[in-house]
C-alpha cells in the first residue's frame, strides 16, 4: 500500500490530505483522510519542513490501515549535498520507518540531473528523491503511476482535496 500525502496553508490553519492506493499504477484511491490543522508553524525560509512537518506527523496518527511508501509533494534530500529535506525528516520522526517518496514540481539549487523524471509530453521534469529505497525504482513508481501529463493523477487529485 501507498500513501500519498499533500499540506495545503490557509489563513486559518492548514488542511493535510493523504490518500491510499493499492500499487503504483492504481486509479481511485482505496481510503482518503483529511485532517484540518488549526495551528501552524510560521514558514521559516530554508526551514520549511518545521511548518510541514508537525501536519504530516498529525494526519499519520489518523492514519489506521498498513502501508509501505509515503508519497510527499516536496525534496527527500535537497541539492548535490543531499541536506536534509522534508521526507528525511519525515523519515526520522517515524516511530515505524516507511520507504519516502519525494515528488517535487520545482527545482532545487544543485539537484543533481539523475532525479529529473520526465512524464507526457512534459518538458519540465518532477524531481525525484527518496530514502529506503534505489532512484531508479523510485523514479521507475513515480513513471509508472497513471495519468498522461507530468504530473501523476492521483498526485493531483490529493493536491486539489487539500484546497477544497
Known amino acids: 500500500m501507498i500513501l500519498i500525502i499533500d499540506v495545503h496553508y490557509r489563513e486559518t490553519g492548514a488542511y493535510a490530505v493523504a490518500g491510499l492506493i493499492q500499487d503504483w499504477d492504481s486509479q481511485e484511491f482505496e481510503q ?3 485532517l484540518h490543522i488549526t495551528e501552524v508553524a510560521e514558514y521559516i525560509a530554508g526551514n520549511f519542513y518545521k511548518r ?5 506527523l498529525q494526519l499519520l496518527e489518523c492514519i489506521d490501515k498498513d502501508f509501505k511508501y509515503i508519497v510527499i509533494d516536496g525534496y527527500v534530500q535537497l541539492g548535490a549535498e543531499q541536506q536534509a529535506g522534508l521526507g528525511t525528516h519525515l523519515w526520522n520522526a517515524l516511530t515505524h520507518k516507511k520507504t519516502i517518496i519525494g515528488v517535487a514540481k520545482n527545482y532545487y539549487k544543485d539537484t543533481p540531473a539523475n532525479c529529473a523524471l520526465y512524464r507526457g509530453n512534459s518538458k519540465k521534469p518532477l524531481y525525484i528523491t527518496c530514502k529506503d529505497i534505489h532512484l531508479t525504482d523510485a523514479k521507475n513508481y513515480i513513471a509508472k503511476m497513471t495519468g ?3 504530473i501523476p493523477d492521483l498526485i493531483k487529485k490529493i493536491d486539489t482535496l487539500t484546497r477544497v
Open 32 to 34: 482518503c483522510y483529511t
Open 148 to 150: 498522461q501529463y507530468r
Open 52 to 56: 510541514e512537518l508537525p501536519c504530516i
